[in-house]
């Protein structure tokens, strides 16, 4: 079992900065790939960005390529996501999730665990 804990949310005007955590436990950490993905209110669960065990390959969504930075920390057991430039249209509760051991890394059906979410609110 991996447990997924992610913090960092909360209310940022346009234009600003928040960076996500999500601490994970359980099953060794560093084994597999994590990604984070977010959902706003009526719309379905989106793929944000990705990286592997090691942190050597990352993956955005265009929609916030050049904005989002993914990181990770295996000796911490910790991913991030650094947001810069935030939007109104970024307002979403985030989650971060472990990769299972099949899928594509963009859709939510290949992660096998799952974080509670944080929300983030981007106002204008």
């Known amino acids: 079992q991996v447990q997924l804990v992610e913090s960092g949310g909360g209310l940022v005007q346009a234009g600003g900065s928040l960076r996500l955590s999500c601490a994970g436990s359980?099953?060794?950490?560093?084994?597999?790939?994590m990604g984070w993905f977010r959902q706003a209110p009526g719309k379905e669960r989106e793929f944000v960005s990705a990286i592997s065990w090691s942190g050597g390959s990352t993956y955005y969504a265009d929609s916030v390529k050049g904005r989002f930075t993914i990181s990770r920390d295996n000796a911490k057991n910790t991913v991030y996501l650094q947001m810069n430039s935030l939007k109104p249209e970024d307002t979403a509760v985030y989650y971060c999730?472990?990769?299972?051991?099949?899928?594509?890394?963009?859709?939510?059906?290949?992660?096998?665990?799952w974080g509670q979410g944080t929300q983030v609110t981007v106002s204008t």
């Open positions: 359980g099953r060794t950490f560093s084994d597999g790939g």
């Open positions: 999730a472990r990769r299972g051991n099949s899928g594509s890394r963009y859709y939510p059906s290949s992660y096998a665990y």
